[in-house]
């Protein structure tokens, strides 16, 4: 059977991951409403603007929802929503959902001009060994807690994490033809 994974459709690039789910053979939900929270196995926080995505967790009454929903199943958040995933997050703007215990600080590589594509190593996804990874005005997570394993580094940055059922990225995956992050998201979805 199909995963329905729910990918927040508030703001952002949501459409790119819906459209990489569906060619993996998962059902993809756009969610707009906090109520369609309930028919999904998983979620996305896709990449956007982390201040401008706060204000409308808020106005549209996610934040408790998303935290219940993220005890229960697995969360993948990709830059902003990395950012928004965090426990801590330097600018005061940004309210974090403390979904992993990861501190995280906005575009610390730079403004939009300063994004940059690298190929890092990726030993916990099969072969090939690298990942070439999209950084857009991207995060950094500066702190990883205790239980927070780190799976990606770029250079000594961690760019690539998981605690638990939760998953996050300072990168764009979905913005590569290379389906292995969100295969392994999924899996994480099976068990």
């Known amino acids: 059977m199909a995963r329905r994974i729910g990918v927040l459709a ?35 926080l896709p990449g956007g603007e982390s201040t401008t995505l706060t204000k409308l967790l ?8 998303i935290r219940d929903f993220a005890r229960r199943r697995p ?11 965090a426990r801590e997050v330097d600018d005061p703007r940004v309210r974090p959902l403390n979904l992993i215990d990861i ?32 950084f857009i005005r991207a995060p950094q997570i500066v702190r990883a807690g205790p239980e927070t394993e780190v799976l990606i580094f770029l250079g000594p940055d961690p ?16 913005l590569t033809e290379d389906f292995r992050i969100h295969e392994y998201f999924l899996a994480m979805t099976r068990g």
């Open 10 to 44: 508030l703001q952002g690039d949501f459409a790119k991951h819906a459209a990489m789910l569906t060619r993996l053979g998962a059902t993809a939900l756009e969610i707009r409403r906090e109520r369609q929270l309930a028919g999904c196995d998983a979620l996305i």
């Open 58 to 65: 808020d106005s549209y009454g996610f934040y408790e929802p």
């Open 75 to 85: 969360v993948m958040g990709t830059c902003a929503g990395a950012i928004l995933a």
């Open 103 to 134: 501190s995280a600080r906005r575009n610390a590589y730079g403004r939009q001009v300063d994004s940059f594509i690298a190929e890092v190593a990726a030993p916990c996804l099969p072969p090939p060994p690298r990942f070439r990874a999209i």
């Open 159 to 174: 760019v690539m994490v998981r605690q638990e059922n939760i998953l996050a990225l300072t990168f764009h995956p979905e």
